[in-house]
């Protein structure tokens, strides 16, 4: 499951650099928080490099007509990222860059190789729980949403 997000063109005045650079505002941030998957609550039997199915694709808002560079980031990967100086833009805020992962990402090949080998997504017993929804929205015409219910803690107490 991808999230798209734009790639915002910058130069930067002092040295005249350009990067590609997108934003995590309020809205990203409650998108993000959405993507969290529930832990699995058996030992799984088969192996991934990334079991959560959440991945984020960056993509340069122009392109050239036919192709816009992009790259993926996992939602492992992308939560760490934010979280580090790399992640900081000039004004402290946080940013994704091409510049500051410096090379360390995912390429649309790189990734649908690692979706067909099975390196990436969800376990089988994951699988086998969305294989009756994934199924009805191949046959036509659907949409569909997937919720999970989470409890949440306030001030060290489970609420709502």
Request: net charge positive.
């Amino acid at each position: 499951m991808v999230q798209y997000k734009m790639l915002e063109s910058k130069r930067y005045s002092k040295t005249g650099a350009k990067d590609w650079i997108a934003r995590y505002d309020s809205q990203f941030e409650k998108e993000v928080q959405r993507m969290i998957f529930p832990e699995l609550k058996t030992e799984a039997e088969d192996y991934r490099l990334n079991r959560n199915p959440f991945f984020i694709k960056f993509v340069r808002r122009v392109g050239d007509g036919e192709n816009h560079n992009s790259f993926v980031l996992s939602l492992d990967h992308f939560q760490k990222l934010i979280k580090s100086p790399a992640g900081k833009g000039r004004f402290g805020g946080v940013r994704v860059s091409y510049e500051s992962l410096e090379g360390v990402y995912l390429r649309d090949s790189d990734f649908l190789g690692l979706i067909r080998s099975g390196y990436i997504g969800t376990h089988k017993e994951q699988s086998k729980a969305l294989a009756s929804i994934i199924s009805k929205v191949a046959e036509g015409d659907r949409a569909v949403v997937v919720a999970w219910q989470r409890l949440m803690t306030v001030a060290g107490k489970p609420g709502h």
